[in-house]
């Protein structure tokens, strides 16, 4: 068995796949605190967790021309100062199991908990790309560094050797502004196994594949990275396109998500107590781009009123969620339609149906959420 070395899990976790392990906290859960705790964090394995042990651990990094590091786990901590950012990552099939009520899709079935953050704490990819000899030049908008990508392989590979791998623009790479870390630590302890003891990539306001776990490999290339999770996975398309008709090659791999929200309590199909409602959930948007209000209905969408935002440690970096609550007067025996939608800062929304968005693979899955409930009597 691949898997009997993976690591012990918390029982409050719902799991979608034992092996590889896939599971996600409970919608109550998710929303207790504003960083997840590590335990609680989901977890999304394509492949069994790897032993590694940290004192030969190697983290290769290679440079264009044929420059290349070789960082231990100590000279990674010591030879580039310590950044911290509090980021939450979600995967691309966070709600897929919304999707595949419209039509099926493939894919595991996450409910809304696949989706958390963490006070992440490492090194710059930027440092560690400018000590392996990367020049910072992607100010130059008409060089061609802009298509130019940083590829990362994980130590986790399938029964053939073929490790798990995912890239991103160089231009994001070498940014201060975009804060892509080399991470060693987690909420304040080492990262735990399941989230790629000793070194992962996180990369803040973009989807989960590209914050790759168990991090083996750095290489800065002329291309995307080659991996089936870089080419043939993580793509949207038409809803008319279907496993037939799919043509990879066609859609950009996805990167920065749109803006997503979920109503976290209560549950659907919940009987709730007349008096005073609190709806709660969460908020986030791809890119850096802040959400800046929730609107929550409990009609079904025609009449809404705001939610308060929670307060948010670092205002004015958009890495993070935001936790919302709406507190309203519910009448005894009434049915409720309770709907949100986030606006993140650039004025995006969300789609209000999921037919329209639906796609073959389920990723994407960002309308209106919506959960009926019954008042008692
Ligand atoms: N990195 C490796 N090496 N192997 C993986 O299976 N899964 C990716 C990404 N990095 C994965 C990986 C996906 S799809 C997601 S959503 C995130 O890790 C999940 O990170 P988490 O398990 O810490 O929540
Ligand atoms: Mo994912």
Redesign the pocket.
């Known amino acids: 068995d691949p898997f009997a070395g993976d690591p012990p899990r918390h029982p409050a976790l719902r799991v979608n796949s034992l092996k590889p392990f896939n599971a996600e906290p409970p919608p109550e859960l998710l929303t207790q605190s504003f960083l997840t705790p590590n335990e609680l964090f989901f977890t999304?394995n394509h492949l069994p967790v790897p032993a590694v042990e940290p004192g030969s651990y190697r983290l290769r990094v290679e440079g264009p021309g044929g420059r290349a590091l070789s960082l231990s786990l100590a000279e990674l901590r010591q030879r580039f100062p310590k950044h911290e950012v509090t980021a939450t990552l979600q995967?691309?099939?966070n709600r897929r199991s919304e999707m595949s009520r419209v039509r099926p899709v493939k894919g595991l079935a996450w409910d809304i908990g696949?989706i958390s953050t963490a006070r992440w704490g490492g090194a710059r990819l930027r440092d560690v790309l400018l000590a392996a000899g990367v020049r910072d030049n992607t100010g130059d908008s008409t060089g061609d560094d802009n298509e130019w990508h940083v590829c990362f392989e994980g130590l986790d590979a399938d029964a053939s050797g073929t490790p798990y791998g995912a890239s991103i623009p160089l231009k994001r790479a070498l940014s201060a502004e975009a804060e892509v870390l080399l991470a060693y630590e987690m909420n304040g302890t080492e990262l735990p196994r399941d989230h790629g003891f000793p070194v992962r990539v996180v990369v803040p306001g973009v989807?989960?594949?590209r914050s790759v776990k168990w991090l083996r490999s750095v290489a800065v290339s002329p291309a995307e990275s080659p991996s089936h999770w870089q080419q043939k996975d993580y793509k949207g398309f038409c809803p008319s396109v279907d496993w037939d008709s799919v043509d990879f090659g066609a859609a950009p791999a996805i990167q920065e998500l749109p803006v997503q929200s979920a109503i976290t309590e209560p549950r659907p199909g919940a009987a709730v107590a007349a008096g005073e409602l609190t709806v709660k959930g969460y908020a986030w948007s791809g890119g850096g781009r802040e959400v800046v209000r929730v609107d929550v209905s409990l009609d079904g969408g025609r009449t809404w009123r705001e939610a308060e935002l929670g307060p948010r440690p670092e205002r004015g970096r958009g890495w993070a969620w935001a936790l919302w609550e709406l507190r309203a007067p519910v009448p005894a025996g009434a049915r409720l339609d309770i709907v949100c939608k986030a606006v993140d800062r650039s004025y995006n929304v969300q789609p209000d149906s999921v037919a329209p968005i639906w796609n073959l693979r389920g990723v994407l899955s960002n309308a209106w959420h919506r959960v009926p409930v019954t008042v008692t009597r």
């Open positions: 999304r995967c691309a099939g696949a989807v989960g594949a």
